[in-house]
């Protein structure tokens, strides 16, 4: 959005809607409502056009009510405070390892156990693997921690 004007320095003689909601730095769907509301005055339509705009007047009213938390029609409004983009720091990278704990762990083994036939929920897998590796599969091989799941599995469905 553009660098919104102070009611000092609006000087165009007529705003589109679309031009005051930004001078407001509200959307036009929020300046709709607060325009029947009776916080902000509402624009002028074109006779010919049928178009909405806002003369000089209004736009330096409005934006004063804007400013000063009142409304329209003689009334109090707080505006929440306006946002200003805060820069953030990069997050610490995420480390590529993965652990047994994560959901895409044992969304992988869910599914390499479904291609070999057996059908167990994300809850029976978790268990097995919180059974037959207490202390995490960090050190096991893929294919054993595979191995030893579906063996589980198996004998606890029969």
Excluded: W
């Amino acid at each position: 959005m553009p660098v919104p004007r102070t009611p000092e320095t609006a000087t165009k003689t007529v705003v589109s809607f679309r031009e005051m909601a930004e001078l407001l730095r509200l959307s036009r769907s929020r300046l709709y409502q607060l325009i029947d509301q009776g916080v902000f005055e509402p624009p002028i339509f074109d006779v010919r056009t049928k178009r909405p705009f806002f003369p000089e007047e209004v736009q330096r009213r409005n934006l004063l009510c804007r400013q000063t938390n009142t409304t329209a029609n003689g009334g109090f409004y707080c505006f929440n405070r306006i946002r200003v983009p805060e820069t953030q720091p990069n997050p610490a990278p995420r480390s590529s390892r993965r652990t047994s704990s994560t959901p895409e762990v044992h969304a992988e083994l869910l599914a390499e156990l479904n291609a070999l036939g057996v059908t167990s929920t994300a809850q029976q897998v978790t268990e097995a693997v919180r059974q037959l590796y207490p202390a995490g599969t960090q050190s096991v091989d893929g294919s054993e921690v595979l191995r030893a799941v579906y063996r589980s599995l198996r004998r606890s469905s029969t």
